[in-house]
DNA sequence: TCCATATAAATGCAAATGCATCAATATGGA
DNA sequence: TCCATATTGATGCATTTGCATTTATATGGA
Protein backbone atom coordinates (compact mmCIF):
# COMPACT_ATOMS: atom_id res chain seq x y z
CA UNK A 1 0.00 0.00 0.00
CA UNK A 2 2.61 2.13 -0.69
CA UNK A 3 2.87 5.34 -2.60
CA UNK A 4 5.21 6.20 -5.36
CA UNK A 5 7.97 7.87 -3.60
CA UNK A 6 7.27 11.70 -2.73
CA UNK A 7 9.48 14.21 -5.20
CA UNK A 8 12.33 15.76 -3.99
CA UNK A 9 10.62 19.22 -2.95
CA UNK A 10 8.15 17.61 -1.21
CA UNK A 11 10.10 16.05 1.04
CA UNK A 12 12.48 18.99 1.65
CA UNK A 13 9.51 21.36 2.20
CA UNK A 14 8.17 18.65 4.69
CA UNK A 15 11.71 18.81 6.04
CA UNK A 16 11.47 22.66 6.14
CA UNK A 17 7.91 22.77 7.54
CA UNK A 18 9.41 21.09 10.95
CA UNK A 19 12.70 23.31 10.66
CA UNK A 20 11.01 26.88 10.25
CA UNK A 21 7.97 25.77 12.67
CA UNK A 22 11.07 24.79 15.01
CA UNK A 23 12.53 28.04 15.14
CA UNK A 24 9.52 30.23 14.67
CA UNK A 25 7.57 28.64 17.61
CA UNK A 26 10.66 28.48 19.98
CA UNK A 27 11.21 32.07 19.13
CA UNK A 28 7.57 33.51 20.19
CA UNK A 29 7.34 31.03 23.55
CA UNK A 30 10.90 32.39 24.49
CA UNK A 31 9.59 35.88 24.00
CA UNK A 32 6.08 35.00 25.91
CA UNK A 33 8.03 33.70 28.68
CA UNK A 34 10.87 36.30 29.09
CA UNK A 35 8.07 38.64 29.35
CA UNK A 36 6.52 36.55 32.25
CA UNK A 37 3.78 36.06 30.11
CA UNK A 38 1.34 32.58 29.60
CA UNK A 39 2.17 30.06 26.46
CA UNK A 40 1.01 30.52 23.13
CA UNK A 41 -1.59 27.84 23.30
CA UNK A 42 -3.07 30.09 26.19
CA UNK A 43 -3.29 32.97 23.62
CA UNK A 44 -5.00 30.93 20.58
CA UNK A 45 -7.77 29.45 22.85
CA UNK A 46 -8.42 32.88 24.47
CA UNK A 47 -8.44 34.38 20.91
CA UNK A 48 -10.45 31.40 19.30
CA UNK A 49 -12.97 32.17 22.60
CA UNK A 50 -12.96 36.02 22.20
CA UNK A 51 -13.70 35.72 19.08
CA UNK A 52 -16.61 33.16 19.58
CA UNK A 53 -18.37 34.98 22.32
CA UNK A 54 -21.04 35.44 23.67
CA UNK A 55 -22.18 31.84 23.45
CA UNK A 56 -18.47 30.20 23.86
CA UNK A 57 -17.54 27.36 22.18
CA UNK A 58 -17.90 23.57 23.04
CA UNK A 59 -14.39 21.82 23.76
CA UNK A 60 -14.56 19.65 20.43
CA UNK A 61 -15.36 22.74 18.44
CA UNK A 62 -12.16 24.75 19.98
CA UNK A 63 -10.27 21.56 19.67
CA UNK A 64 -11.60 21.65 15.95
CA UNK A 65 -9.80 25.04 15.28
CA UNK A 66 -6.65 24.69 17.28
CA UNK A 67 -6.50 21.01 15.84
CA UNK A 68 -5.24 19.99 19.55
CA UNK A 69 -5.31 16.26 20.75
CA UNK A 70 -8.63 16.00 22.81
CA UNK A 71 -6.95 15.05 25.70
CA UNK A 72 -4.29 17.85 25.31
CA UNK A 73 -7.07 20.79 24.56
CA UNK A 74 -9.15 18.85 27.75
CA UNK A 75 -5.79 19.79 30.34
CA UNK A 76 -5.71 23.18 28.35
CA UNK A 77 -8.55 23.88 29.52
CA UNK A 78 -7.88 22.48 33.05
CA UNK A 79 -5.46 25.25 33.54
CA UNK A 80 -7.24 28.20 31.85
CA UNK A 81 -9.62 27.28 34.07
CA UNK A 82 -7.54 27.85 36.90
CA UNK A 83 -5.91 30.57 36.25
CA UNK A 84 -9.52 32.03 36.04
CA UNK A 85 -8.97 32.88 32.24
CA UNK A 86 -11.70 30.38 31.38
CA UNK A 87 -15.50 29.10 32.08
CA UNK A 88 -16.73 25.95 32.00
CA UNK A 89 -20.13 25.46 31.97
CA UNK A 90 -22.48 22.77 31.05
CA UNK A 91 -24.02 22.86 27.69
CA UNK A 92 -27.70 22.95 27.62
CA UNK A 93 -27.85 21.10 24.45
CA UNK A 94 -26.27 18.05 25.31
CA UNK A 95 -25.70 16.55 28.54
CA UNK A 96 -22.04 15.17 27.87
CA UNK A 97 -20.78 18.56 26.87
CA UNK A 98 -19.73 22.23 28.16
CA UNK A 99 -19.71 25.33 27.12
CA UNK A 100 -16.60 27.36 27.16
CA UNK A 101 -16.84 31.19 27.83
CA UNK A 102 -13.49 33.53 28.40
CA UNK A 103 -13.44 35.66 31.56
CA UNK A 104 -12.87 39.21 32.23
CA UNK A 105 -9.38 38.51 33.11
CA UNK A 106 -9.02 35.94 29.78
CA UNK A 107 -9.62 39.12 27.93
CA UNK A 108 -7.25 41.15 29.71
CA UNK A 109 -4.65 38.90 29.55
CA UNK A 110 -4.74 38.15 25.78
CA UNK A 111 -4.74 41.71 25.33
CA UNK A 112 -1.48 42.21 27.44
CA UNK A 113 -0.23 38.86 25.54
CA UNK A 114 -0.72 40.66 22.38
CA UNK A 115 2.13 43.40 21.82
CA UNK A 116 4.25 40.53 22.94
CA UNK A 117 3.27 38.31 20.78
CA UNK A 118 2.97 40.52 17.59
CA UNK A 119 6.56 41.26 18.17
CA UNK A 120 7.69 37.63 18.31
CA UNK A 121 5.72 36.98 15.09
CA UNK A 122 7.24 39.85 13.15
CA UNK A 123 10.85 38.88 13.78
CA UNK A 124 9.98 35.66 13.48
CA UNK A 125 7.74 35.61 9.75
CA UNK A 126 7.46 39.27 9.13
CA UNK A 127 11.10 40.30 9.26
CA UNK A 128 11.83 37.47 6.46
CA UNK A 129 9.65 38.14 4.55
CA UNK A 130 7.47 40.69 2.17
CA UNK A 131 3.87 40.84 2.44
CA UNK A 132 3.00 38.87 -0.75
CA UNK A 133 5.33 36.38 0.01
CA UNK A 134 3.85 35.69 3.65
CA UNK A 135 1.05 35.52 1.73
CA UNK A 136 2.15 33.39 -0.75
CA UNK A 137 3.05 31.32 2.34
CA UNK A 138 -0.07 31.25 4.04
CA UNK A 139 -2.03 30.00 0.99
CA UNK A 140 0.27 27.05 0.66
CA UNK A 141 0.04 25.78 3.96
CA UNK A 142 -3.82 26.04 4.37
CA UNK A 143 -3.77 23.45 2.07
CA UNK A 144 -2.02 21.31 4.40
CA UNK A 145 -4.59 21.00 6.81
CA UNK A 146 -8.06 22.10 5.01
CA UNK A 147 -9.83 18.67 4.71
CA UNK A 148 -8.20 16.93 1.79
CA UNK B 1 10.61 48.73 22.12
CA UNK B 2 7.81 47.67 20.42
CA UNK B 3 7.55 47.29 15.91
CA UNK B 4 4.64 48.08 14.27
CA UNK B 5 2.25 45.50 13.86
CA UNK B 6 2.81 42.81 11.74
CA UNK B 7 0.49 42.92 8.64
CA UNK B 8 -2.57 40.30 8.47
CA UNK B 9 -0.93 38.53 5.55
CA UNK B 10 2.06 37.92 8.60
CA UNK B 11 -0.20 36.82 11.22
CA UNK B 12 -2.22 34.55 8.50
CA UNK B 13 1.40 32.98 7.69
CA UNK B 14 2.10 32.07 11.36
CA UNK B 15 -0.78 30.72 12.48
CA UNK B 16 -1.12 28.59 9.51
CA UNK B 17 2.65 27.51 10.34
CA UNK B 18 1.26 26.48 13.16
CA UNK B 19 -1.72 24.61 12.14
CA UNK B 20 -0.05 22.69 9.18
CA UNK B 21 2.27 21.72 11.25
CA UNK B 22 0.73 20.21 13.76
CA UNK B 23 -2.05 18.17 11.13
CA UNK B 24 1.15 17.23 9.19
CA UNK B 25 3.36 16.19 12.29
CA UNK B 26 0.29 14.26 13.62
CA UNK B 27 -0.17 12.37 10.86
CA UNK B 28 3.50 11.47 10.43
CA UNK B 29 4.07 10.76 13.94
CA UNK B 30 0.54 8.37 13.59
CA UNK B 31 1.64 6.13 10.72
CA UNK B 32 5.05 5.35 12.40
CA UNK B 33 3.81 4.97 15.66
CA UNK B 34 0.77 2.56 14.38
CA UNK B 35 3.45 0.91 12.25
CA UNK B 36 5.31 -0.04 15.43
CA UNK B 37 8.41 1.99 14.55
CA UNK B 38 10.13 5.06 16.75
CA UNK B 39 9.34 8.79 16.38
CA UNK B 40 10.02 10.90 13.76
CA UNK B 41 12.77 12.45 15.66
CA UNK B 42 14.88 9.24 15.28
CA UNK B 43 14.59 9.31 12.12
CA UNK B 44 16.05 12.98 11.78
CA UNK B 45 18.87 12.31 13.99
CA UNK B 46 19.81 9.11 12.38
CA UNK B 47 19.28 10.50 8.92
CA UNK B 48 22.14 13.77 9.67
CA UNK B 49 24.27 11.14 11.49
CA UNK B 50 23.80 8.52 8.08
CA UNK B 51 25.15 11.33 5.72
CA UNK B 52 27.72 13.12 8.29
CA UNK B 53 29.50 9.05 7.98
CA UNK B 54 32.11 8.18 8.64
CA UNK B 55 33.04 10.72 11.01
CA UNK B 56 29.77 11.34 12.78
CA UNK B 57 28.75 14.41 14.32
CA UNK B 58 29.42 16.42 17.80
CA UNK B 59 26.15 16.56 19.50
CA UNK B 60 26.38 20.24 18.99
CA UNK B 61 26.34 20.13 15.47
CA UNK B 62 23.23 17.84 15.28
CA UNK B 63 21.59 20.04 17.77
CA UNK B 64 22.40 23.03 15.05
CA UNK B 65 20.93 20.86 12.37
CA UNK B 66 17.96 19.73 13.53
CA UNK B 67 16.88 22.99 15.56
CA UNK B 68 16.45 21.30 18.42
CA UNK B 69 17.27 22.58 22.27
CA UNK B 70 20.39 21.35 23.83
CA UNK B 71 18.49 19.43 26.38
CA UNK B 72 16.24 17.85 24.29
CA UNK B 73 18.88 16.50 21.63
CA UNK B 74 21.01 15.39 24.90
CA UNK B 75 18.02 12.92 25.77
CA UNK B 76 17.61 12.10 22.35
CA UNK B 77 21.01 10.06 22.40
CA UNK B 78 20.35 8.81 25.45
CA UNK B 79 17.56 7.21 24.14
CA UNK B 80 19.19 6.21 20.64
CA UNK B 81 22.02 5.12 22.19
CA UNK B 82 20.30 2.73 24.81
CA UNK B 83 18.10 1.81 21.53
CA UNK B 84 21.63 0.38 20.16
CA UNK B 85 21.20 2.70 17.18
CA UNK B 86 23.88 5.17 17.84
CA UNK B 87 27.31 5.30 19.41
CA UNK B 88 28.65 7.90 21.65
CA UNK B 89 32.52 7.71 22.01
CA UNK B 90 34.88 10.69 23.24
CA UNK B 91 35.93 13.74 20.59
CA UNK B 92 39.87 13.92 20.40
CA UNK B 93 39.71 17.07 19.45
CA UNK B 94 37.79 18.48 22.62
CA UNK B 95 38.07 16.89 25.43
CA UNK B 96 34.37 18.59 27.10
CA UNK B 97 32.81 16.72 23.51
CA UNK B 98 31.47 13.41 22.09
CA UNK B 99 31.22 11.96 18.65
CA UNK B 100 28.32 10.10 17.74
CA UNK B 101 27.84 7.92 15.06
CA UNK B 102 25.20 5.82 13.55
CA UNK B 103 25.27 2.27 14.45
CA UNK B 104 24.40 -0.68 11.77
CA UNK B 105 21.19 -1.04 13.21
CA UNK B 106 20.89 2.70 13.08
CA UNK B 107 21.17 2.23 9.67
CA UNK B 108 18.70 -0.72 9.74
CA UNK B 109 16.06 1.32 11.39
CA UNK B 110 16.20 3.99 9.71
CA UNK B 111 15.77 2.27 6.20
CA UNK B 112 12.66 0.30 8.07
CA UNK B 113 11.20 3.21 8.52
CA UNK B 114 11.49 5.26 5.32
CA UNK B 115 8.79 3.12 3.39
CA UNK B 116 5.79 4.46 5.99
CA UNK B 117 7.69 8.09 6.74
CA UNK B 118 7.41 8.64 2.99
CA UNK B 119 3.75 7.31 2.64
CA UNK B 120 3.05 9.82 5.22
CA UNK B 121 4.91 12.55 3.69
CA UNK B 122 3.33 12.25 0.73
CA UNK B 123 -0.13 12.05 2.79
CA UNK B 124 0.06 15.03 4.31
CA UNK B 125 1.95 17.20 1.83
CA UNK B 126 2.69 15.33 -1.08
CA UNK B 127 -1.25 14.79 -2.18
CA UNK B 128 -1.88 18.34 -1.79
CA UNK B 129 0.43 20.57 -3.70
CA UNK B 130 2.30 19.95 -7.06
CA UNK B 131 5.79 19.35 -7.11
CA UNK B 132 6.62 23.36 -7.92
CA UNK B 133 4.20 24.42 -5.14
CA UNK B 134 6.17 22.16 -2.73
CA UNK B 135 9.52 23.75 -4.15
CA UNK B 136 7.62 27.59 -3.48
CA UNK B 137 6.39 26.31 0.03
CA UNK B 138 10.34 25.10 0.78
CA UNK B 139 11.57 27.99 -0.26
CA UNK B 140 9.81 30.40 1.90
CA UNK B 141 9.71 27.93 4.76
CA UNK B 142 13.56 27.94 4.74
CA UNK B 143 13.98 31.78 4.76
CA UNK B 144 12.06 31.52 8.70
CA UNK B 145 15.04 29.61 9.84
CA UNK B 146 18.16 30.73 8.10
CA UNK B 147 20.13 33.09 9.68
CA UNK B 148 18.12 36.50 9.76
C1' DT C 1 -38.52 0.20 23.72
C1' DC C 2 -33.90 -1.78 23.82
C1' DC C 3 -29.55 -2.27 22.53
C1' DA C 4 -25.35 -1.68 19.87
C1' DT C 5 -22.55 1.87 18.55
C1' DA C 6 -20.87 6.59 18.38
C1' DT C 7 -19.45 10.82 20.45
C1' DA C 8 -17.96 14.20 24.36
C1' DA C 9 -14.82 14.78 27.71
C1' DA C 10 -11.73 13.25 31.62
C1' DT C 11 -7.99 10.63 33.60
C1' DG C 12 -4.05 7.18 35.21
C1' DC C 13 0.26 6.38 34.07
C1' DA C 14 4.49 6.55 31.38
C1' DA C 15 7.39 9.33 28.52
C1' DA C 16 9.08 13.60 26.79
C1' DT C 17 9.93 18.53 27.41
C1' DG C 18 11.35 22.84 29.49
C1' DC C 19 14.04 25.41 32.75
C1' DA C 20 17.72 26.24 35.50
C1' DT C 21 21.95 24.80 36.84
C1' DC C 22 26.13 22.17 37.07
C1' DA C 23 30.62 20.05 35.92
C1' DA C 24 34.28 19.86 32.89
C1' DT C 25 37.20 21.61 29.49
C1' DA C 26 38.70 25.54 26.19
C1' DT C 27 40.14 30.02 25.10
C1' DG C 28 41.82 34.54 25.06
C1' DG C 29 43.73 38.12 27.09
C1' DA C 30 46.45 40.62 31.08
C1' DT D 1 51.16 31.66 33.56
C1' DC D 2 46.66 32.72 35.49
C1' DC D 3 42.18 33.87 35.51
C1' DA D 4 37.75 35.40 33.78
C1' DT D 5 34.65 33.94 30.47
C1' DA D 6 32.72 30.86 27.00
C1' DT D 7 31.39 26.42 25.36
C1' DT D 8 30.06 21.41 25.61
C1' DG D 9 27.17 18.38 27.43
C1' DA D 10 24.42 16.31 31.39
C1' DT D 11 20.93 16.40 34.96
C1' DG D 12 17.23 17.38 38.92
C1' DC D 13 12.86 18.70 39.06
C1' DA D 14 8.41 20.41 37.55
C1' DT D 15 5.25 20.61 33.78
C1' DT D 16 3.32 18.91 29.63
C1' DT D 17 2.34 15.39 26.36
C1' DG D 18 0.90 10.95 24.63
C1' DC D 19 -1.58 6.70 24.88
C1' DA D 20 -5.07 3.91 26.37
C1' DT D 21 -9.01 3.62 28.75
C1' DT D 22 -13.07 5.20 31.21
C1' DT D 23 -17.49 7.51 32.19
C1' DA D 24 -21.48 9.53 30.58
C1' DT D 25 -24.71 10.72 27.30
C1' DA D 26 -26.69 10.46 22.31
C1' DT D 27 -28.35 8.23 18.37
C1' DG D 28 -30.08 5.11 15.13
C1' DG D 29 -31.89 1.06 14.00
C1' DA D 30 -34.28 -3.74 15.06
Redesign the interface.
Known amino acids: ???????D??????????????????TVEARLRKAGLPPLAWY?ALLELERADPAGLRPFELQKE????QYNLSRLIDRLEAAGYVARSASEEDGRGQRLTITKSGRAIRRRMW?VY??A?????????S????????D??????VR?
Open positions: MSSPAPPAVIRAWARLERAHRAAQSDMLFAPADIAAAVGSRLESEATTLGLLSRLYA
